[in-house]
């Protein structure tokens, strides 16, 4: 057994080396702490498309010192003030001197400048987490290598291992797992320059959804989601499947379709999970995913991770009784992300609704609102402020 530290630091162990982990890594690392990150797949690329960043999830970062390199690799996109019908007609427009752009990066561009910032020691790949044993002072994780099994000690350990979270299945061991919501979502990215510009929007049709964001080296990551009863529907065609659904939608809507190499599109059933009675037990704390994984019609599921990692590293700054700074972690942290998890479960029960009556109810009133009204609802979800750092302890980090 060996432990996660040889230099007499605090010590603590992610299970999780994507967004919400690399940033609780770079966060407990600029705290002071030695990590170690666990991530299961072999390869540390990030897999996926492309996604947004509203203003808190940008605050979160700024306190995390990642904040510049978060802009570095992103782009404005207009999407989340920018609706329309599949004939094109505009449901709302993104106002420039009065709405906020979201920032739209690739997955992988991301990650790889988090990465950048936890030295390569730290890091084990293909360490795939089979149990935990806490002990007064700290936690046993087990996990599995190519090599064999293997265990390491630690102080604190984060499960921020995504919604099928092995963390959470053996902190608890009685919560309920993944929940379908009836829905089925394909992702891709356009060939750089195929279809540009493309400033982002929103369309809304009955019972699917379209959204298409910038990105940098004039890409386009796009999305659509669609009403599925059941999971795990496969298409011999993917690309055609989705021309048949979106049919003569407004453009760019099948010219980005049609620019995106076919083995490069993502499909997804969409899971989200039943808030969690608490996030943490003893010396074991989830985050991100783990935690609170929710559907994506928020847009909010990286920014709640990343607001997740700055919240605990405040409280594990300094010389904190850790026990105690966990159960502070989920005082804060539980009532805000669950709550966001709710509204972003009950969204597509409205919006992806396939009722006719719903669908033009819902589309009347958006017009009718504006962008007022949405400006005002967003601003809910981004009116956060992440607590203050304390840095006196901070380790240098690659890059710096």
């Not at 044993?133 to 293997?150: C, I, K, L, S």
């Not at 699917?208 to 669609?226: C, I, K, N, S, Y």
Request: with cysteine; net charge neutral.
């Amino acid at each position: 057994m060996t432990t996660s530290s040889t230099r007499g630091e605090r010590t603590a162990i992610v299970a999780g080396g994507g967004i919400g982990g690399l940033a609780a890594a770079i966060g407990l690392r600029r705290a002071g702490w030695s990590v170690t990150v666990l991530e299961r797949r072999p390869d540390l690329g990030e897999i996926g498309a492309g996604w947004s960043f509203a203003l808190n999830a940008v605050r979160a970062a700024d306190a995390l010192g990642v904040g510049d390199d978060l802009r570095a690799v992103s782009v404005p996109t207009q999407a989340g003030a920018t609706l329309r019908t599949p004939d094109g007609r505009y449901l709302m427009r993104f106002r420039p001197d009065l709405d906020m752009a979201l920032l739209a990066n690739h997955r992988s561009d991301l990650h790889r400048t988090l990465l950048a910032h936890v030295p390569a020691e730290c890091v084990r790949a293909a360490a795939e987490v089979t149990g935990i044993e806490q002990y007064e002072g700290g936690a046993v994780v087990a996990y599995r290598t190519p090599d064999g099994p293997e265990q390491l000690t630690a102080e604190v350990v984060v499960g921020a291992d995504g919604i099928h979270s092995a963390v959470r299945r053996s902190v608890f061991p009685d919560a309920s797992g993944p929940v379908f919501q009836r829905i089925l979502c394909w992702r891709g990215v356009s060939a750089s320059g195929s279809v540009w510009p493309v400033e982002g929007f929103q369309t809304w049709g009955r019972g699917a959804r379209f959204g298409a964001h910038p990105l940098p080296g004039q890409r386009v990551f796009w999305f659509l989601t669609v009403r599925q009863d059941q999971p795990g529907a496969r298409y011999d065609d993917d690309p055609a499947e989705i021309r048949h659904r979106i049919g003569d939608w407004h453009d760019p809507i099948t010219a980005l379709v049609d620019a995106t190499p076919p083995e490069s599109i993502l499909r997804h059933d969409i899971f989200d999970l039943d808030p969690l009675d608490t996030y943490t037990d003893n010396r074991v704390v989830l985050l991100g995913d783990a935690a609170h994984a929710m559907t994506p019609f928020l847009a909010q599921g990286a920014c709640q991770a990343f607001e997740d990692a700055t919240v605990l590293t405040a409280q594990l700054s300094g010389d904190t009784d850790i026990p105690t700074a966990l159960a502070q972690y989920n005082r804060l942290r539980r009532p805000r992300s669950q709550r966001v998890q709710r509204l972003a479960r009950r969204d597509p029960k409205i919006s992806l609704s396939t009722n006719p009556l719903a669908y033009g109810v819902m589309t009347r009133l958006t017009q009718m609102a504006g962008g007022a009204v949405a400006a005002r609802k967003s601003a809910r979800l981004w009116d956060w402020t992440p607590p203050a750092l304390d840095q006196h302890h901070a380790n240098p980090v690659e890059g710096e």
